[in-house]
């Protein structure tokens, strides 16, 4: 008798006790987790990347009484001797003069370019995270849409802030651009000719880019952001809400401090002034553009001539068709969803079946491989160089990866995810293998099989005492049918 109450007594004793301080950052990270029900990392990702976009806003404008967005030509004299006496841009002056002698401009000036990748990178992670769960149909395909429509607006944004500094890669980007438009059919160098004012790279571009990077993209993501916003449903309309601080927003905000203390990123002052025509050797782009990157440098050089017009398939299929395709198959993917994943046949030929997700999270897995592919072939030549290869072994290997690698990750991922469904079907059906073998009377063995939901429950925080009452006879049954 004193022995149950014992038992009986620990059970109704709860949790140990916390302390407060420990009570305290365990409900913030709780409702940090928690403020979309749903899906609770998709609306973490989802405020990361809006609180990225306000530090870059924040940042941006104490950059702003600083930079001269002019490609007038100068002689420089500053802190930085190494540069003494080059003739630059006076928007690369100014630059360098934030970063050397305002004090912690190059700490706002690096965490400026943190905030812009973080950005894209929170992006991309709610976008991974909501295909994967299957939220991008009904209700939450308007959701879906606005951030598949960020994902390139952030890519523009950020890629506009690297032309601004008019350094070698700022130089580099600019004849990236100007060999994409060339490559337009017909209307390729009045394009040119409107953008830059005149024969690139022009006076105009970084004046004229200036204003798109710092109002109109801006405008435009913002809006997108304030569109993405749900109000919290958890609690009665007529009773009003405490607002509280979210957690990740001095979270977010400290990461990027931190990043831009420790982790250099875009020194301006080792690559140079910008030079029409060169690139500093071993420049790559930041990370969420290096797939066009690598497309453009693993794509063979073809070129053909359509009524005595030259079409340069060489930069126009991956500078242009590519993008343009990943990104509208993004967009229209949730009205082929149901079709891929069985609930709708083509054409109404056949009865509805059952929902297969097998086909969503492969081809997921096959979009991902294809950008990964392309993204480290834009370091195809850094890759030669420290493995001692061959670069156009190198560039071949990406030609063939990019085109046999999403195909072969499609299978795979599908077999494997049939193969996972099955072994649930089975546990479900016949229990889980648990390794035990018990002899019956008439001499024969077999083996003994755990009820799945004997399994899940155990899995669970406070089901301890459920997995042990009854174990015995579920076990006894399930080898019985076995035998």
Known sequence: MAHHNAIDTQRNAGPPLMSPPARQW???????????????????????????????????????????PSMAALEYHGSYAKLDGLPMSQAYQSVLATSFDVRGGLLIRQVHHWSADV??????????RTFFRGRIQGRALPDWLIWVTLLPLGMLVAYTGTILPGDMLSAGSLSVITGVLLSVPLIGTHLVFAIFGGAPPGQHII?????VHITVLPALAAALLLLSLRPSRSRPPGRPRRQRLDPLLPFTGAVLVLLATF????????????????????????WYMGFLDGALRIMPAWAVS?????????????GLVVPALFF??????????????????PGRLLPPGPADPANRIAAGVAGVTFYGLLWAASANDQIAYHLQLDLYAVT?????????????????TRDACHALAGRRRDEKLHGRETGRIVMSPQGGYAEIREPARQALAGSLPGSGRASRDG???????HGQVER
Do not use: M
């Not at 950005?119 to 991974?128: G, K, S, Y």
């Not at 004046?207 to 204003?211: A, E, F, H, I, L």
């Open 328 to 345: 509208t198959s993004l967009t229209v993917y949730p009205l082929a969803d149901r079709w891929l994943a069985g609930e709708r046949p």
């Open 306 to 318: 359509v009524a005595g017009h030259p079409l340069d398939l060489g930069v126009l299929i991956p």
């Open 263 to 286: 982790a250099q990123i875009n020194p301006v002052w080792l690559l140079g002034p910008s030079q029409p025509g060169n690139i500093s050797s071993g420049a790559t782009p930041d």
């Open 119 to 128: 950005f894209v990178a929170a992006v991309c992670l709610r976008l991974l």
């Open 26 to 68: 365990r409900r913030r990270v709780r409702d940090a987790l928690r403020r979309d029900p749903g899906d609770r990392w998709a609306s973490v990702f989802g405020r990361i990347a809006g609180y990225s976009f306000a530090v870059a806003a924040v940042t941006g404008i104490l950059l702003l009484p600083f930079f001269r």
């Open 396 to 412: 071949w290997a990406f030609r063939v990866l990019v085109l046999a690698g999403p195909a072969l990750a499609f299978f795979i």
């Open 207 to 211: 004046g004229r880019d200036y204003w």
């Open 471 to 477: 174990s015995g006879k579920e076990d006894q049954r």
